[in-house]
C-alpha cells in the first residue's frame, strides 16, 4: 500500500525525507490534510517537477509551520530539478505563520515569495544558507512579520533593496521586532534607502559575522548583540542610544573604541566585553552609564587599565565581573565611589587578584565595601 495512503487521516506530519527511491516522493503528501508543523528535508533529491506539484502545499491551510531544506542524499552529485522550479512549485497557503528555506540552491526567489502572495502573513521568516542568491525578497513589505532572520549568504548588500517606501503610509517592516542578520560578509546596511520610519517596533538585533554592516539611527531597539565587529562597525553602535543590553563578543579588528561611542547610551543597564583581543583600553565615556547595573569584562588579553576617572557616575552599578584580563594589574581608585555595587568577580587575572586580597592587597580598601567577591579559578 502506497505511504499516502496508510497515512490518509494523518493531520500532523513534523518531518518528511524527501529520497529518490520508491515511496519517498513528494507526491506522497498530496492526499494528507496536515497542520500544524511540516518540515521538509532532501529537496535536492526531487525526481521530477510533476511530483513537487503534486505535494500541494498551497491548498493546505491548516498548515502553520514550514521547513524546506535542500540537503541531499550522500553521494547525489547535482540535482534533477532546478532548485528554483520546486521552491516555486512549493507555494504554500497564505494562511501560513512560519517559514524556514535553507540551503536553497537558486539564484532567484519565487514568484509567491517576490510578490508576497503566499508570504503575506507570516510572523518569522529564516533564511538559511541560500548562498546563490544576491539579493533578499521584498520582506520589508511584510505586515505582520515579527522576527527576522538572515544569514550564510555572501553577495547579500542590503536586507531591504526596495527604495519607494516613502513616509509614515509606506513604512518598513512595521511589525519587525527581532531581527537576526549573520554571517553576510558584503552587507552594507539594513536598507538601501534608509527612512526615518524604518523598524518602528524593532527591540532586538543580533549581528555575526557582518563586517561591513553600518548600523543606523533605531530609536526602538533595546538588546543589541555585536559578534566578530570591526572599528567602523563600533562607530556605528553610537547611532543606537536608546539601548538596554549591549553584548560586544569576540573580535581580533578592533584595535580601540571609538570616542564618545556610549555617550548618550543614557538607558544602557548591561554592558558585555568578551574576548576583544587587541583593545587596550576601555572607552573613557563607560563611566556616563547612569543606568548601568552590570558590567562584565571577559577575554581582554591586552587590556591594560580601565579609566582612571569619573567612577562615581556609575551610580546604578550593581554587578562587575572581569574574566582572563591577564596584564590587566589594577583597579582605578575610583572603583570605591561604586557605593551600589553588590558583587565583584575577578577570574583568571592573577596580577589584579594578588592586589585584590583581603586586609594586605595593595587595591583592598578600593573594594572593602562590596558584600560579595569571588576571586580565583572557578
Same mark, same amino acid.
Request: overall charge negative.
Given at each position: 500500500?502506497?505511504?499516502?495512503?496508510?497515512?490518509?487521516?494523518?493531520?500532523?506530519?513534523?518531518?518528511?525525507?524527501? +529520497?529518490?527511491?520508491?515511496?519517498?516522493?513528494?507526491?506522497?503528501?498530496?492526499?494528507?490534510?496536515?497542520?500544524?508543523?511540516?518540515?521538509?528535508?532532501?529537496?535536492?533529491?526531487?525526481?521530477?517537477?510533476?511530483?513537487?506539484?503534486?505535494?500541494?502545499?498551497?491548498?493546505?491551510?491548516?498548515?502553520?509551520?514550514?521547513?524546506?531544506?535542500?540537503?541531499?542524499?550522500? %553521494?547525489?552529485?547535482?540535482?534533477?530539478?532546478? =532548485?528554483?522550479?520546486?521552491?516555486?512549485?512549493?507555494?504554500?497557503?497564505?494562511?501560513?505563520?512560519?517559514?524556514?528555506?535553507?540551503?536553497?540552491?537558486?539564484?532567484?526567489?519565487?514568484?509567491?515569495?517576490?510578490?508576497?502572495?503566499?508570504?503575506?502573513?507570516?510572523?518569522?521568516?529564516?533564511?538559511?544558507?541560500?548562498?546563490?542568491?544576491?539579493?533578499?525578497?521584498?520582506? %520589508?513589505?511584510?505586515?505582520?512579520?515579527?522576527?527576522?532572520?538572515?544569514? %550564510? $549568504?555572501?553577495? @547579500?548588500?542590503?536586507?531591504?533593496?526596495?527604495?519607494?517606501?516613502?513616509?509614515?503610509? =509606506?513604512?518598513? *517592516?512595521?511589525?519587525?521586532?527581532?531581527?537576526?542578520?549573520?554571517?553576510?560578509?558584503?552587507? #552594507?546596511?539594513? $536598507? +538601501?534607502?534608509?527612512?526615518?520610519?524604518? *523598524?518602528?517596533?524593532?527591540?532586538?538585533?543580533?549581528?555575526?559575522?557582518?563586517?561591513?554592516?553600518?548600523?543606523?539611527?533605531?530609536?526602538?531597539?533595546?538588546?543589541?548583540?555585536?559578534?566578530?565587529?570591526?572599528?567602523?562597525?563600533?562607530?556605528?553602535?553610537?547611532?543606537?542610544? =536608546?539601548?538596554?543590553?549591549?553584548?560586544?563578543?569576540?573580535?581580533?579588528? =578592533?584595535?580601540?573604541?571609538? #570616542?564618545?561611542? $556610549?555617550?548618550?547610551?543614557?538607558?544602557?543597564?548591561?554592558?558585555?566585553?568578551?574576548?576583544?583581543?587587541?583593545?587596550?583600553?576601555?572607552?573613557?565615556?563607560?563611566?556616563?552609564?547612569?543606568?548601568?547595573?552590570?558590567?562584565?569584562?571577559?577575554?581582554?588579553?591586552?587590556?591594560?587599565?580601565?579609566? #582612571?576617572?569619573?567612577?562615581?557616575?556609575?551610580?546604578?552599578?550593581?554587578?562587575?565581573?572581569?574574566?582572563?584580563?591577564?596584564?590587566?594589574?589594577?583597579?582605578?581608585?575610583? @572603583?570605591?565611589?561604586?557605593?551600589?555595587?553588590?558583587?565583584?568577580?575577578? +577570574?583568571?587575572?592573577?596580577?589584579?587578584?594578588?592586589?585584590?586580597? +583581603?586586609?594586605?592587597? #595593595?587595591?583592598?580598601?578600593?573594594?572593602?565595601?562590596?558584600?560579595?567577591?569571588? *576571586?580565583?579559578?572557578?
Amino acid at each position: 500500500m502506497p505511504f499516502s495512503h496508510k497515512l490518509r487521516d494523518l493531520r500532523t506530519l513534523s518531518v518528511y525525507i524527501v +529520497k529518490s527511491k520508491k515511496g519517498h516522493s513528494l507526491a506522497e503528501l498530496r492526499a494528507l490534510n496536515l497542520g500544524g508543523k511540516l518540515s521538509i528535508s532532501g529537496l535536492g533529491n526531487v525526481g521530477s517537477i510533476s511530483e513537487t506539484e503534486d505535494a500541494n502545499l498551497k491548498d493546505k491551510q491548516d498548515l502553520q509551520e514550514l521547513s524546506l531544506s535542500w540537503s541531499r542524499s550522500s %553521494g547525489k552529485m547535482k540535482s534533477i530539478v532546478r =532548485a528554483e522550479e520546486v521552491l516555486e512549485a512549493l507555494q504554500p497557503h497564505s494562511t501560513l505563520k512560519l517559514l524556514t528555506i535553507q540551503g536553497y540552491e537558486g539564484m532567484h526567489w519565487p514568484t509567491w515569495m517576490e510578490n508576497n502572495s503566499a508570504t503575506h502573513n507570516l510572523v518569522s521568516l529564516r533564511l538559511v544558507n541560500c548562498g546563490k542568491c544576491k539579493h533578499l525578497p521584498p520582506v %520589508g513589505k511584510l505586515p505582520f512579520l515579527k522576527k527576522l532572520e538572515v544569514s %550564510g $549568504m555572501d553577495d @547579500v548588500q542590503y536586507i531591504e533593496e526596495d527604495e519607494s517606501y516613502d513616509g509614515v503610509e =509606506a513604512m518598513p *517592516f512595521p511589525s519587525l521586532e527581532e531581527l537576526h542578520v549573520e554571517r553576510l560578509p558584503n552587507v #552594507e546596511r539594513l $536598507m +538601501k534607502r534608509e527612512t526615518t520610519h524604518m *523598524f518602528p517596533s524593532l527591540s532586538v538585533l543580533y549581528v555575526y559575522k557582518c563586517p561591513k554592516l553600518q548600523l543606523p539611527c533605531l530609536p526602538s531597539v533595546k538588546d543589541l548583540t555585536v559578534w566578530r565587529c570591526s572599528n567602523e562597525q563600533l562607530k556605528s553602535i553610537s547611532n543606537l542610544n =536608546a539601548l538596554n543590553q549591549l553584548h560586544l563578543r569576540y573580535s581580533d579588528q =578592533a584595535s580601540y573604541f571609538p #570616542e564618545g561611542m $556610549m555617550s548618550n547610551m543614557t538607558s544602557l543597564a548591561t554592558l558585555e566585553i568578551d574576548s576583544f583581543s587587541e583593545v587596550k583600553e576601555l572607552p573613557s565615556d563607560i563611566t556616563n552609564l547612569t543606568a548601568l547595573s552590570g558590567l562584565s569584562i571577559q577575554d581582554c588579553s591586552k587590556l591594560e587599565c580601565l579609566p #582612571e576617572q569619573g567612577w562615581e557616575g556609575l551610580s546604578s552599578l550593581r554587578h562587575l565581573s572581569i574574566h582572563n584580563c591577564e596584564v590587566l594589574e589594577s583597579l582605578p581608585d575610583g @572603583v570605591r565611589h561604586l557605593t551600589s555595587l553588590q558583587s565583584l568577580t575577578i +577570574k583568571n587575572c592573577p596580577v589584579l587578584e594578588k592586589r585584590c586580597e +583581603k586586609g594586605t592587597g #595593595e587595591d583592598w580598601h578600593k573594594i572593602a565595601h562590596v558584600p560579595h567577591l569571588k *576571586f580565583g579559578r572557578f
